[in-house]
């Protein structure tokens, strides 16, 4: 079945250090979305991309989303304490459920 | 104030009880999710519903079982059958179905503890 890896699973960087985290699925994608836990809270949605090659930007975060439309990347700029927590992908082929990735957990030294 | 609400926020039971946990949205989604989260394995689905009085199984629906009698509730029940029952459960609801590409909203969660 579908599988979306994420990695890395955790990130430490220092406040001010920029942060990526990858996304990568063993089929194509018809859509790709991005969702934030904060520490002890529940997944919100950030954004979601559907075209190939696309790239969105929400201030200091970036989403890409690849041109094979198997991959995608979240990347924040100068990391502030306000960034802790836990961002998942999730995938999602034609009509199928979305699949999350395992999520990769930021924790950030003020 | 519409949103997605589960209770109780944390829950303990013995081994061998079967436990119900709810979930309730008053947002006028049509598709309902249960998820399971484990430290380190992201989100599993367990069930989901399209539509009243219909659902599917997700990735992990062994030893649970839901219900959808009503548009704004899907109720969730961990069976003495699941293995290991302690975890973090998050109820989420979207627009319309599974197979839509939109967001889904999620709960703030029940954290089950089986001794």
């Known amino acids: 079945g579908q599988q979306v890896m994420q990695i890395p699973q955790y990130q430490h960087v220092q406040e001010g250090e920029d942060f990526t985290t990858y996304c990568n699925s063993s089929?194509?994608?018809?859509?790709i979305q991005w969702y934030k836990q904060r520490p002890g809270g529940h997944p919100v949605f950030l954004i979601q991309l559907v075209k190939s090659g696309e790239v969105k930007k929400q201030k200091r975060l970036t989403f890409q989303f690849g041109e094979a439309k198997k991959n995608s990347s979240l990347h924040i700029t100068a990391t502030q304490t306000t960034d802790v927590g836990t961002y998942f992908c999730?995938?999602?082929?034609?009509?199928?459920?979305?699949?999350f990735g395992q999520g990769t957990r930021l924790t950030i030294n003020p | 104030d519409g949103g997605i609400t589960q209770s109780p926020k944390y829950l303990f039971r013995k081994e061998g009880q079967n436990v119900t946990l709810s979930c309730e949205q008053n947002?006028?989604?049509?598709?309902m999710y249960w998820y399971r989260q484990d430290p380190g394995q992201g989100l599993r689905l367990i069930y989901y519903s399209q539509i009243v009085n219909d659902f599917q199984k997700g990735d992990i629906a062994e030893g649970y079982s839901v219900s959808r009698e009503k548009k704004e509730s899907f109720p969730l029940t961990v069976t003495s059958a699941q293995k290991n029952p302690t975890a973090f459960y998050l109820c989420?609801?979207?627009?319309?179905?599974?197979?839509?590409?939109?967001?889904?909203?999620f709960g703030p969660g029940t954290r089950l503890t089986v001794l």
């Open positions: 989420a609801s979207s627009p319309r179905g599974a197979g839509a590409s939109n967001e889904q909203f």
């Open positions: 947002l006028n989604h049509d598709a």
């Open positions: 999730a995938g999602q082929r034609g009509a199928q459920k979305l699949v």
């Open positions: 089929t194509t994608l018809s859509n």
